[in-house]
């Protein structure tokens, strides 16, 4: 069951592996219903908030992104009472105005994954459909894109990121088709993150740090592992400062939008609902039971 206070979750991706300046560190490991999160999550105080930080990849960087247990790293902290989320990873820019460093903040996702029906913690005698048509928080992202730019970060409010798999990077001829198509940004982890979040009333915004041109951009060098890394470090930095600003500015009270999304959702009768279903999203049903 969820303890604890409103609590604020982080998802450190690519070269973000842990968090600095929590009172009261403390590991946490987990286990849940879905299998094991990523990494022990990180816990703390920031500024008075209870804070949970999550590497996406796992410290020293040994999940792929077609490995990720996103149901269970959602899952996880949910369980522990998070409401918001601030998820951080890398991105190819697919748009000339993104150049390496700035920072996109997605409003959209268009998926290119396989695994849509992972992307889910219902079914098993529960039924529900989210709404997902503004996939990430306005509010959230507002907020973000305050604090970096008074950092004097280039920030862009909004953007599509297309969700690809990986682990390689797109071919010329895929990368071109999405550039043409008005696409911004393309990652590999981001969109089930948005989804499963959403399904646990949690409010996610992306803080998506761009590393290359993808290979869409001909006269560029095409994308690879060693140019991205170049770039990392300093997004990583950029990421620190970053977030203990917006950490200050999130609300007490989860009362945004997305923190009642399933209000409208559960379309299976409560009465047929399965006690072992009940009892296995005992975090996400606590309110409705």
Known sequence: MSVGEPAIGIIGGSGLYNIEGLENYLELKLDTPFGNPSDNLICGKYAGRQIY??????RGHRILPSE?????????????????????????SLQEKYVPRDIVLPSQFFDKTTRQSEWTFFGNGI??????????????????AEEAAALGYVVHSDGTYVNMEGPAFSSRAESLFHQK????????TNLPEAKLAR??????ASISFVTDYD????????????????????????????IPRV????????????HRALDFALVTNRKLWPESTIQKLAPILQRFV
Request: proline share 6%.
């Open 181 to 188: 198509m008005g696409f911004d940004v393309i990652g590999m």
């Open 199 to 204: 399904e646990a009333e949690i409010s996610l």
């Open 53 to 58: 930080f999550l590497p996406r990849h796992a």
């Open 127 to 144: 039924v529900a459909h989210i709404s997902f048509a503004e996939p990430t928080c306005k509010e959230l992202r507002m907020i973000i």
């Open 247 to 258: 950490i200050e500015k999130i609300p007490l009270e989860p009362n945004w939008p997305e």
């Open 215 to 242: 290979c869409w951009k001909v006269d560029d060098e095409p994308v690879n592992a060693e140019r991205v890394i170049e770039h990392l470090a300093a997004n990583a930095d950029a990421a620190r400062k970053i």
């Open 68 to 92: 990720l247990n996103h149901r269970a790293n959602i899952y996880a902290l949910r369980s522990m009472n998070v409401r918001w989320i601030i998820s951080v990873g890398a991105v190819g």
